[in-house]
């Protein structure tokens, strides 16, 4: 087995099978990484997907995901308020789009958002689009075809529910829900025509075979933007002492991923302040896309700031896979 003719084959259009993607795990990381930039390059230009995201609903979530500061099962000090009200979505959109963002992203707590929510969340969305235009994107939860559907003809474009990680490693993380939960709202937002994001956290304690397993099921699912969280371990939650992953570490992730999914928006996304360099050794290493600004409910990068780097490295921000 060699790395060029696995870089040759995917830049050919074909598939690296599971044992090969571990394989290449184990390669040097350099040329791992030069291959993976190599293989961006070919199908995804310069262009660099740049989205920011807002806490729309904070805290008191009856989910028991171990990593997740905003978990009622979890002590963490977290804020707690209900939907924010239309006009601060709507600002906030507004202040984001002159800033040179071109993706805004309303992130609610909970296992799902009711009926009622979903009608008031459309009535954001409608007015955020026919007042500034931004693409939006929603993570609401385990929603159903039919709400999806709603936000939809409402004007939103995107989908973000996060695998967070593989099948076997799920219920390590989560058992309140289930993977195959994730993968039904998955299935029935792209079946109402929405596109999706969805990824997973490094560093849950998950094996180098979650890593890959993870990829490739999102590759199975057809997903075109994949968001590559590192682990912030949060005090108060079960994973508080967990160990923080290293930007080499993230770079290998991020090179498997590019050959694994070649043509998808690898961005990354909570994390990305540890790191010293805010990333940009994995924006050199097959990563293309970025949550910028705040997380949830921790600081981020300033948009500021990612738009200079975007533009020290050669890229143009850019929206993939609208």
Not at 4 to 15: I, K
Not at 106 to 120: A, F, H, N, P
Not at 252 to 266: Q, S, T
Not at 271 to 288: I, T, W
Request: proline share 3%; net charge neutral; with cysteine.
């Amino acid at each position: 087995m060699e790395l060029t003719a696995l870089e040759r084959r995917v830049l050919d259009g074909g598939e690296i099978t599971r044992e090969e993607a571990l394989w290449l795990y184990e390669q040097p990381l350099e040329a791992l990484c030069a291959a993976a930039d190599r293989i961006r390059a070919h199908f995804c230009g310069d262009g660099f997907d740049l989205c920011t995201i807002v806490n729309g609903k904070s805290g008191r979530c009856s989910e028991n995901c171990r990593f997740c500061a905003q978990s009622a099962h979890n002590h963490t000090g977290a804020e707690e308020y209900p939907l924010l009200p239309e006009e601060e979505l709507v600002a906030q959109a507004k202040r984001n789009q002159a800033q040179g963002v071109l993706r805004y992203s309303i992130v609610t707590s909970g296992k799902r958002l009711s009926d009622q929510e979903v009608d008031r969340m459309c009535a954001a969305i409608r007015r955020i689009r026919e007042e500034c235009g931004i693409a939006v994107c929603v993570s609401f939860g385990l929603l159903d075809e039919g709400q999806y559907r709603k936000l939809k003809q409402a004007g939103a474009s995107r989908v973000h529910n996060n695998l967070e990680s593989s099948r076997r490693n799920f219920p390590n993380i989560c058992t309140t829900h289930t993977f195959e939960d994730k993968v039904a709202a998955i299935r029935a937002a792209q079946a109402a025509g929405l596109s999706v994001c969805s990824g997973g956290i490094m560093g849950l304690g998950e094996t180098v075979e979650d890593r890959v397993d993870m990829a490739l099921s999102l590759r199975e699912l057809g997903i075109g933007s994949v968001p590559v969280n590192m682990l912030n371990p949060i005090p108060g939650t079960p994973f508080e002492n967990n160990r923080r992953l290293t930007v080499e570490e993230m770079r290998r992730i991020a090179a498997v991923y590019r050959f694994l999914l070649p043509r998808a928006a690898i961005r990354l996304a909570g994390g990305r302040g540890l790191m010293p360099d805010k990333g940009e050794q994995c924006f050199r290493s097959g990563a293309n896309a970025a949550i910028s600004g705040d997380m949830l409910t921790t600081a981020g990068i300033t948009v500021e700031t990612d738009l200079a780097m975007l533009n020290r490295l050669g890229y143009e921000p850019r929206l993939a896979g609208e």
